[in-house]
């Protein structure tokens, strides 16, 4: 059935969908391949790049270390109680993300989200195979191939976050890799394969709930793609004359009373329909519905399948240069545009409550996550009593605790440290694995993962253990320099009295 257009006017004819959507050029296509060239560099380059930590430590720039239960980014090393900076950071996301939505609707669906990106990806493979081959058996075969190849790389490429980049390939081909590994590649392949070269526009039109959470975001000041049906309609053949409104543009009108404005606008409202032997601008060529990646018709106005890319905008200019028209038949525009001011340019409220208020909690979330980067702990310690049982009295009288002792840092040189309690006259510390002498001090070498796991053992001589409970101090330094690195405050049991 034809689609009607918009105002009851004609129908349009039907429109032949094809199965890859046409190729286009113009601003927005520019826009959109340099973004999805930047994008898929970063996601398949990152692993690969290189970051000196020192020996022992993984040379990747970004690596999710998942024995080690740490997130390397160049610099910065993150570890689980850091969850708070990671939060903060998908707050900014989100803010920032519903920021862009009501200023200018559906621009990250458009240009930025992953399904869109490889879908693209996907699609400019297709139209390459096409004008290589040509359609038929070679072409359909051609094309499986390569989307399993690229669904394939994306696999690969996700899982070098997680395992040295470099070595990935080798380990496995070899057989060498854990088992998860390729349990990873093989999921990811799949998902893209499914998603990128079948569902594709589906997962935007019925798969993603952002669509659904867009109408709450939009306002009559958002900035949508828009087709101008003042100056496009009634549609009709190249051939069929233009409107004389639009051959014979009006000359500028001296600015009149406001009340005379609400008149004029009445009387251009009330006016009578154009005549079918005339046309407006859009000629029904169908141009923007061939190159949509989801197939939408814009002139039946805005539409939850719409995201926002404008690569019908550049199709439409292109053909309006054909025509000697001018572009802007579909253009971003606002819903509280002028209806029939469809040659002005748009005009924009940048400074609504909404758009602030996004703002302002993506701007306060970033610093929070900011802050968090800044302040991070170089060094971490733990020291935990064991409580099973609280204290052990040895032959000659003395009081031993026992303690876990886990310490973490993220500090470059950092191989030693020294331990001592305050609070205890006369306490004596060792490690459970050492088999040195209890001592008032008690040296410790850090392994080049930079953590340490050991048991700490506290004795106190009989006179001097306390009757029940007795607070104590385990202070951490550096050996080299002396420098305090932690003091952790905890507690000694002694026998009661």
Known sequence: MPATTLQGLAPSRAIAR???PHAVRGRFRRIKTALTGLMLGLYFLTPWLRWERGEGLPGQAVLFDLPGRRLL???LEFWPQDLPIAVGMLVFGAMALFFATTLAGRVWCGFACPQTVWS???FAVDRLIVRLVGKGASERRLRTLAWVLLALATGVGFTAYFIDAPSLPGLLLTGQAPAIAYATVLVLTGTTWLLAAYARERVCLHMCPWPRFQAALLDRQSLVVTYQDGRGEPRGRRRTPLRPDLAQPAPAAPAAPALMGLVAQAVAFSAP???????GDCIDCTRCVTVCPTGVDIRRGLQMGCIGCGLCIDACNEVMVKLDRPEGLIRFDVESAPRRSFLAPPRVDWLRPKALAF?????LALGFSGYGMATLAQVSVHVEPQRNP???QLSDGSVRNDYALRLAHRR???ARVVLHAEGLEGALLRLGTQDLPAADVVRVAIGSDRTLD?????VLPARAAPSGRRDVTVVVSEADTGEELARIPTYFWGPER
């Not at 329909?273 to 046309?279: D, K, N, Q, T, V």
């Not at 703002?359 to 701007?363: E, F, P, S, V």
């Open 412 to 414: 470059a040189g950092l």
């Open 454 to 458: 050991e048991r700490l053992l506290v």
């Open 120 to 122: 693209d990806l996907f």
């Open 73 to 75: 980014v160049f610099g």
């Open 359 to 363: 703002g302002l909690a993506a701007l």
């Open 273 to 279: 329909a154009p005549s079918p032997s005339l046309r």
């Open 18 to 20: 094809p199965d890859i």
């Open 390 to 392: 609280p204290f052990v």
